[in-house]
C-alpha cells in the first residue's frame, strides 16, 4: 500500500531544500494561487458589466467633424454640427472589426472616413458604408442625449444605422 506524505512533510522537505530550489518552487506556485483566487473572485462577481450609460464629456469639447473613440465601450462619439451628436458603434457591418478614423484618408474625393480595420470598408461620419463590400449599410448606433452641457450616451440603447438611400452624400469633417 502506498502511503502519501503529509502537508507538513512537504513542506519540510522543501525546507530542506537548498534556497534556489525554494525559490524557484515557490514562486510558480504562488503565482498560480494568485492567478486562481483572481479567477474565482472574478466568476463570483459576474464579471465585467457595462453601464447603462456613457459620460462623454462636454459639448465644448468636440469639434465639429473630429470623432472621439471610448475604446471601452466600443462608442465613437461625433459631432456633425451645432447640438448634432451621434455615437456609433465601433464594429464594421461586414466584419465585425472595430473601425479607425483616418482623417487624412482619401475616398471618392473626399477626406476624413472610419475604415475597417479588417477589409478597408469605408464609412463617413454619419456611419453610412460607401465600399462596395457594404454599400448603402449604416453602423449601429447608441441613443446621445445633451442636458446641462453634457453629452451622455445610453449604452442600453443600440439601433439599427439609418436605412440606405442611394442620393445620400457622404458627410466628410469640414476643411
Same mark, same amino acid.
Given at each position: 500500500?502506498?502511503?502519501?506524505?503529509?502537508?507538513?512533510?512537504?513542506?519540510?522537505?522543501?525546507?530542506?531544500?537548498?534556497?534556489?530550489?525554494?525559490?524557484?518552487?515557490?514562486?510558480?506556485?504562488?503565482? *498560480?494561487?494568485?492567478?486562481?483566487? !483572481?479567477?474565482?473572485?472574478?466568476?463570483? %462577481? *459576474? *464579471?465585467?458589466?457595462?453601464?447603462?450609460?456613457?459620460?462623454?464629456?462636454?459639448?465644448? $469639447?468636440?469639434?465639429?467633424?473630429?470623432?472621439?473613440? @471610448?475604446?471601452? #465601450? #466600443? +462608442?465613437?462619439?461625433?459631432?456633425?454640427? $451645432? !447640438?448634432?451628436?451621434?455615437?456609433? =458603434?465601433?464594429?464594421?457591418?461586414? %466584419?465585425?472589426?472595430?473601425?479607425?478614423?483616418?482623417?487624412?484618408?482619401? @475616398?471618392?474625393?473626399?477626406?476624413?472616413? @472610419?475604415? #475597417?480595420?479588417?477589409?478597408?470598408?469605408? =464609412?463617413?461620419?454619419? !456611419?453610412?458604408? =460607401? %465600399?462596395?463590400?457594404?454599400?448603402?449599410a449604416s453602423l449601429d448606433?447608441?441613443?446621445?442625449?445633451?442636458?446641462? *452641457?453634457? +453629452?451622455?450616451?445610453?449604452?442600453?440603447?443600440?439601433?439599427?444605422?439609418?436605412? @440606405?438611400?442611394?442620393?445620400?452624400?457622404?458627410? %466628410?469633417?469640414?476643411?
Open positions: 500500500m502506498l502511503v502519501s506524505p503529509s502537508s507538513s512533510q512537504l513542506i519540510r522537505r522543501v525546507a530542506d531544500l537548498p534556497w534556489p530550489w525554494r525559490i524557484g518552487l515557490g514562486v510558480p506556485l504562488l503565482a *498560480g494561487a494568485a492567478i486562481a483566487l !483572481g479567477a474565482v473572485v472574478s466568476l463570483l %462577481s *459576474g *464579471g465585467y458589466e457595462r453601464p447603462d450609460t456613457l459620460e462623454a464629456g462636454r459639448v465644448e $469639447e468636440y469639434a465639429v467633424g473630429a470623432p472621439r473613440l @471610448f475604446e471601452e #465601450d #466600443d +462608442v465613437w462619439v461625433v459631432r456633425l454640427a $451645432e !447640438g448634432e451628436f451621434l455615437a456609433l =458603434y465601433d464594429r464594421a457591418l461586414e %466584419s465585425g472589426c472595430p473601425l479607425q478614423w483616418r482623417r487624412e484618408f482619401e @475616398f471618392r474625393e473626399r477626406t476624413g472616413w @472610419f475604415v #475597417d480595420a479588417c477589409n478597408g470598408a469605408a =464609412y463617413d461620419l454619419r !456611419g453610412r458604408c =460607401y %465600399s462596395d463590400i457594404c454599400l448603402g448606433r447608441f441613443a446621445v442625449t445633451i442636458g446641462d *452641457g453634457n +453629452v451622455t450616451v445610453a449604452l442600453r440603447e443600440l439601433t439599427r444605422g439609418e436605412p @440606405f438611400d442611394p442620393g445620400a452624400e457622404p458627410v %466628410s469633417p469640414p476643411p
